[in-house]
């Protein structure tokens, strides 16, 4: 367990926690349904962000990586 990231878990999720439920009693469901959908779409809209400039950056440095092997077997 990485102390670090648990008690920056502990600090955003607590009182997320406790201000949802406090949320939850004062606003209407089909508002709530709709302010919980949008943060998952922008979860999930981050995630796919985040993992597709990886993949981008990985086959950036792999092309490069072929390259300098291909000059370097050229070279010889």
């Known amino acids: ?3 670090k990231v ?3 878990l502990l600090a955003g999720g607590v ?3 406790l201000a949802g439920c406090l949320l939850a ?3 209407p469901p089909k508002k709530l349904k709709t302010a919980v959908a949008l943060v998952a779409i922008f979860a999930g809209s981050q995630l796919v962000w985040t ?3 990886m993949l981008v950056e990985r086959r ?3 092309r ?3 390259t ?3 000059g370097a077997i050229n070279g010889r």
Do not use: E, H, W
Request: glycine residues 8%.
């Open 1 to 3: 367990i990485n102390s």
């Open 6 to 8: 648990l008690l920056q």
């Open 15 to 17: 009182p997320g926690v």
């Open 25 to 27: 009693r004062r606003v």
């Open 51 to 53: 993992g597709s400039r």
């Open 60 to 62: 950036l440095a792999n």
């Open 64 to 66: 490069a990586r072929i």
């Open 68 to 70: 300098a092997q291909a």
